[in-house]
Protein backbone atom coordinates (compact mmCIF):
# COMPACT_ATOMS: atom_id res chain seq x y z
CA UNK A 1 0.00 0.00 0.00
CA UNK A 2 1.04 3.33 -0.98
CA UNK A 3 0.42 6.74 0.90
CA UNK A 4 -0.39 9.89 -1.68
CA UNK A 5 1.40 13.12 -0.67
CA UNK A 6 0.39 16.38 -3.24
CA UNK A 7 2.04 19.69 -3.14
CA UNK A 8 -0.82 22.39 -3.60
CA UNK A 9 -1.10 25.92 -3.20
CA UNK A 10 -4.31 27.74 -4.98
CA UNK A 11 -4.99 24.76 -7.45
CA UNK A 12 -8.17 23.13 -5.85
CA UNK A 13 -9.39 22.65 -9.24
CA UNK A 14 -5.77 21.12 -10.14
CA UNK A 15 -6.12 18.58 -6.96
CA UNK A 16 -9.52 17.35 -7.78
CA UNK A 17 -8.49 16.37 -11.22
CA UNK A 18 -5.76 14.63 -9.30
CA UNK A 19 -7.98 13.04 -6.57
CA UNK A 20 -10.35 11.75 -9.19
CA UNK A 21 -7.48 9.69 -11.16
CA UNK A 22 -6.52 8.32 -7.65
CA UNK A 23 -10.10 6.68 -6.81
CA UNK A 24 -9.43 3.44 -8.75
CA UNK A 25 -5.86 3.07 -6.93
CA UNK A 26 -7.92 3.48 -3.40
CA UNK A 27 -10.69 0.84 -4.14
CA UNK A 28 -8.19 -1.62 -5.38
CA UNK A 29 -6.90 -1.62 -1.97
CA UNK A 30 -3.44 0.68 -2.92
CA UNK A 31 -3.68 4.05 -1.83
CA UNK A 32 -4.20 4.16 1.83
CA UNK A 33 -4.18 7.77 2.34
CA UNK A 34 -3.79 10.78 0.61
CA UNK A 35 -1.79 14.09 2.32
CA UNK A 36 -2.53 17.36 0.83
CA UNK A 37 0.65 19.55 1.58
CA UNK A 38 -0.38 22.98 0.83
CA UNK A 39 1.67 26.19 0.55
CA UNK A 40 -0.94 28.90 1.54
CA UNK A 41 -3.70 28.55 -0.84
CA UNK A 42 -6.52 31.19 0.32
CA UNK A 43 -9.17 29.46 -2.56
CA UNK A 44 -10.69 26.23 -1.69
CA UNK A 45 -7.93 23.79 -1.82
CA UNK A 46 -8.80 22.74 2.02
CA UNK A 47 -12.36 21.94 1.46
CA UNK A 48 -11.74 20.48 -1.95
CA UNK A 49 -9.08 17.89 0.01
CA UNK A 50 -11.51 17.82 2.91
CA UNK A 51 -14.46 16.60 0.94
CA UNK A 52 -12.09 13.80 -0.44
CA UNK A 53 -11.32 12.35 3.12
CA UNK A 54 -7.26 13.59 2.51
CA UNK A 55 -5.38 14.72 5.34
CA UNK A 56 -4.62 18.79 5.35
CA UNK A 57 -1.08 19.94 6.33
CA UNK A 58 -0.90 23.84 6.16
CA UNK A 59 2.57 25.08 5.32
CA UNK A 60 3.71 21.44 5.07
CA UNK A 61 6.12 20.40 1.56
CA UNK A 62 5.80 17.40 0.57
CA UNK A 63 9.53 16.26 2.06
CA UNK A 64 8.31 17.50 5.22
CA UNK A 65 5.13 14.79 5.38
CA UNK A 66 7.12 12.13 4.16
CA UNK A 67 8.18 10.98 8.12
CA UNK A 68 4.66 10.80 8.90
CA UNK A 69 3.07 8.87 6.24
CA UNK A 70 1.81 5.64 7.58
CA UNK A 71 2.51 3.43 4.64
CA UNK A 72 6.51 2.15 3.59
CA UNK A 73 6.06 3.57 0.10
CA UNK A 74 4.88 7.34 -1.61
CA UNK A 75 3.91 8.37 -4.01
CA UNK A 76 4.90 12.48 -4.81
CA UNK A 77 2.19 14.18 -7.10
CA UNK A 78 1.93 17.49 -9.12
CA UNK A 79 -1.90 18.67 -8.48
CA UNK A 80 -3.86 18.54 -12.16
CA UNK A 81 -1.71 15.62 -12.70
CA UNK A 82 -3.67 12.48 -13.57
CA UNK A 83 -2.64 9.15 -13.30
CA UNK A 84 -3.77 6.99 -16.41
CA UNK A 85 -5.77 3.58 -16.62
CA UNK A 86 -3.08 1.00 -15.50
CA UNK A 87 -1.50 2.72 -12.80
CA UNK A 88 -2.37 1.15 -10.29
CA UNK A 89 -0.73 -2.16 -11.68
CA UNK A 90 1.99 -1.08 -12.43
CA UNK A 91 2.76 1.18 -9.02
CA UNK A 92 1.50 -2.38 -7.10
CA UNK A 93 4.36 -4.31 -9.54
CA UNK A 94 6.85 -1.68 -8.67
CA UNK A 95 6.45 -1.52 -5.18
CA UNK A 96 6.32 -5.43 -4.98
CA UNK A 97 9.29 -6.24 -6.83
CA UNK A 98 11.67 -3.21 -6.89
CA UNK A 99 13.65 -1.39 -4.30
CA UNK A 100 14.36 2.30 -6.27
CA UNK A 101 12.38 5.34 -7.24
CA UNK A 102 9.95 5.09 -10.01
CA UNK A 103 8.54 7.80 -11.85
CA UNK A 104 5.61 7.60 -14.59
CA UNK A 105 5.59 7.88 -18.89
CA UNK A 106 4.34 11.25 -19.34
CA UNK A 107 1.19 10.61 -22.23
CA UNK A 108 1.20 11.68 -25.69
CA UNK A 109 -1.07 14.36 -24.99
CA UNK A 110 0.99 15.95 -22.52
CA UNK A 111 4.64 15.39 -24.41
CA UNK A 112 6.50 18.50 -24.39
CA UNK A 113 8.05 19.75 -27.63
CA UNK A 114 11.59 18.32 -28.55
CA UNK A 115 13.19 21.35 -27.52
CA UNK A 116 11.15 22.26 -24.83
CA UNK A 117 12.71 19.01 -23.15
CA UNK A 118 16.41 20.60 -23.18
CA UNK A 119 15.32 24.00 -22.59
CA UNK A 120 12.63 23.88 -20.00
CA UNK A 121 13.63 23.24 -15.85
CA UNK A 122 11.81 19.80 -14.94
CA UNK A 123 8.91 20.88 -12.50
CA UNK A 124 8.98 19.34 -9.11
CA UNK A 125 6.58 15.78 -9.54
CA UNK A 126 5.54 16.27 -12.97
CA UNK A 127 6.00 12.30 -13.26
CA UNK A 128 4.97 11.64 -9.76
CA UNK A 129 7.80 10.29 -7.96
CA UNK A 130 7.31 6.62 -6.77
CA UNK A 131 9.56 5.80 -3.78
CA UNK A 132 9.98 4.14 -0.32
CA UNK A 133 9.59 6.77 2.65
CA UNK A 134 13.41 6.01 3.39
CA UNK A 135 15.02 6.04 0.12
CA UNK A 136 17.53 8.75 -0.68
CA UNK A 137 16.25 11.24 -3.46
CA UNK A 138 19.42 11.13 -5.00
CA UNK A 139 19.29 7.76 -6.71
CA UNK A 140 18.08 8.20 -10.35
CA UNK A 141 14.33 6.82 -10.87
CA UNK A 142 13.10 3.74 -13.57
CA UNK A 143 10.43 4.81 -15.60
CA UNK A 144 7.62 2.88 -15.16
CA UNK A 145 4.95 1.40 -17.77
CA UNK A 146 2.25 3.46 -17.10
CA UNK A 147 1.31 6.94 -18.25
CA UNK A 148 0.51 10.56 -16.49
CA UNK A 149 -1.08 13.15 -17.72
CA UNK A 150 1.11 15.94 -16.90
CA UNK A 151 0.57 19.99 -16.44
Do not use: N, Y
Not at 97 to 125: G, T, V
Amino acid sequence: MISVLIETKDDEEGLAKTLASLVSGAVEGLVREVIVCDLGSSDGTETVAEHAGCIFLAGTRCEEAVAGARSEWVLMLKPGARLAPGWVEAAREHVAAAESPAIFSRSRQSELPFWSKWLKRRERFAEGLLMRRTSSMKVRPLRLRAEIHAV
